[in-house]
T-cell receptor, first 112, second 112 residues
Framework: GENVEQHPSTLSVQEGDSAVIKCTYSDSASNYFPWYKQELGKGPQLIIDIRSNVGEKKDQRIAVTLNKTAKHFSLHITETQPEDSAVYFCAASKSGNEKLTFGTGTRLTIIP | GAVVSQHPSWVICKSGTSVKIECRSLDFQATTMFWYRQFPKQSLMLMATSNEGSKATYEQGVEKDKFLINHASLTLSTLTVTSAHPEDSSFYIC????????FGPGTRLTVT
């Protein structure tokens, strides 16, 4: 089955700086790669996703890049703000409505 | 759009009793819903995939007779934890697929 690795497990950045979280996956049949933000005691919130026919996608301060050959994808957050502090999970699946395999999560802390 | 609700948000039950958790898609129809379990500071682990009008598909190692899933309509799926034990205490989260997966706020179950 699919295996998703995520690094780093914790990340602290100064407010205003950029944060990058990286994931690798094992199943070449995976075509859908979402990123979720989870705040304490809440369910994950979909923040951005990318499909295998696209190499990069951007939504305001958030961007995701995908290298399907190398089987890795990354989340980039620019101009970080205190409210960006949360746990971020990457995931992979064959399509959006099939089961997701999650990475182990990255606890992002923005230092004011 | 794409709002998913769960009820209750938290529940405490005695060992040996059963508890039902509801997952509703509020503004869309979901032919597929997923149930996840999350232990503290860990990632989400898929328990089962639920398709409207058919039997749920359980992941390896998940007891289908203990975790009963019913997806009776396009907007409602329920998870019943039968004969709960303290080790079943966890954060249970559902997602609904329109097709991207949107997650509910989660239900914290504590078994005493």
């Amino acid at each position: 089955g699919e295996n998703v690795e995520q690094h780093p497990s914790t990340l602290s950045v100064q407010e205003g700086d950029s944060a990058v979280i990286k994931c690798t996956y094992s199943d070449s049949a995976s075509n859908y790669f979402p990123w979720y933000k989870q705040e304490l005691g809440k369910g994950p919130q979909l923040i951005i996703d990318i499909r295998s026919n696209v190499g990069e996608k951007k939504d305001q301060r958030i961007a995701v890049t995908l290298n399907k050959t190398a089987k890795h994808f990354s989340l980039h957050i620019t101009e970080t703000q205190p409210e960006d502090s949360a746990v971020y999970f990457c995931a992979a699946s064959k399509s959006g409505n099939e089961k997701l395999t999650f990475g182990t999560g990255t606890r992002l802390t923005i230092i004011p | 759009g794409a709002v998913v609700s769960q009820h209750p948000s938290w529940v405490i039950c005695k060992s040996g009793t059963s508890v039902k958790i509801e997952c509703r898609s509020l503004d869309f129809q979901a032919t597929t819903m997923f149930w996840y379990r999350q232990f503290p500071k860990q990632s989400l682990m898929l328990m089962a995939t639920s398709n409207e009008g058919s039997k749920a598909t359980y992941e390896q190692g998940v007891e289908k007779d203990k975790f009963l899933i019913n997806h009776a309509s396009l907007t409602l799926s329920t998870l019943t934890v039968t004969s709960a034990h303290p080790e079943d205490s966890s954060f249970y989260i559902c997602s609904a697929s329109p097709p991207e997966q949107y997650f509910g706020p989660g239900t914290r179950l504590t078994v005493t």
